[in-house]
């Protein structure tokens, strides 16, 4: 019986994070390319970890903070995978280091434009979006 309370309890921990926060994210890397062609945008990707905590800090952080989930939502076509659960496209293999969370900015033909390494607060994050996107449109 301990077993099975442990690992109910174990298995709601692993769920208990709201990955998605605010943002509108892909259901896939394909869907996220189609869409980002369509609309002159980059893919957002973002590489995290199940039991990472600076991964866990973005969702329940920055991805909630209503400024930077706005706009992630209005300039980027965001997708979302955990390395630990997820089998990430091979494009996506291509540019992941392994390091959590990874933020990778992806042109819609594949091509790599950016990318980053770590979790940041909120002001800091939006500034990174801001500028990434600024150099895009350019």
Same mark, same amino acid.
């Given at each position: ?6 690992? =109910? =309890? ?32 980059? =893919? ?87 500028? =990434? ?6």
């Amino acid at each position: 019986m301990r077993k099975v309370v442990a690992f =109910v =309890v174990f298995f709601a921990f692993l769920f208990a994070i709201d990955w998605a926060g605010k943002v509108n994210w892909a259901m896939s890397y394909d869907l996220a390319k189609q869409i980002a062609s369509k609309e002159h945008k980059l =893919v957002m990707v973002d590489i995290g970890l199940t039991r990472c905590p600076p991964c866990q800090y973005l969702a329940t952080k920055v991805y909630t903070d209503d400024k930077v989930a706005n706009y992630i939502n209005s300039h980027f076509v965001p997708v979302f995978y955990l390395a630990d659960r997820d089998n990430l496209p091979i494009e996506v293999q291509t540019y992941f280091t392994g390091s959590t969370p990874t933020i990778l900015f992806v042109k819609p033909n594949g091509e790599l434009f950016y990318s980053f390494i770590g979790a940041r607060p909120p002001k800091v994050f939006l500034k990174i979006l801001e500028d =990434v996107n600024k150099r895009y449109q350019k």
